[in-house]
């Protein structure tokens, strides 16, 4: 099974910055939109940004202004650059292919701790 994999996650102080990249097969990380979405204990499941496959990109609410999602000149590679980070960011962040992808891959995820 084709996996993404996610990496960057660590621990922070609240106010603090992070980034974390998101890698998978090319076929599916330049013709799909990615999208992040982040799981903290006891929660469900959020969506925290997309990018489409022209660079267009869409944030929630609760991390706009604050997150930047990218992609590098490979297109490969997907990043979440996370700045100001709060105690309620904390959760395990995964990427994953839209709905509307021909190919279904989800990452197994990376943990953001921030302490305040």
């Known amino acids: 099974q084709v996996y993404l994999q996610e990496s960057g996650g660590g621990s922070t102080q609240a106010g603090g910055s992070l980034r974390l990249s998101c890698t998978g097969p090319g076929h599916a990380m330049i013709r799909c939109e990615i999208e992040w979405y982040r799981q903290a204990t006891g929660n469900e499941r959020e969506w925290v940004a997309s990018i489409g496959p022209l660079g267009d990109t869409e944030y929630a609410d609760s991390v706009l202004g604050r997150f930047t999602i990218s992609k590098d000149k490979s297109e490969d590679t997907v990043y979440l650059q996370m700045n100001a980070l709060k105690p309620a960011d904390a959760a395990t962040y995964l990427c994953?292919?839209?709905?509307?992808?021909?190919?279904?891959?989800w990452g197994q995820g990376t943990e953001v701790t921030v302490s305040s």
């Open positions: 994953k292919t839209s709905k509307d992808c021909p190919w279904e891959y």
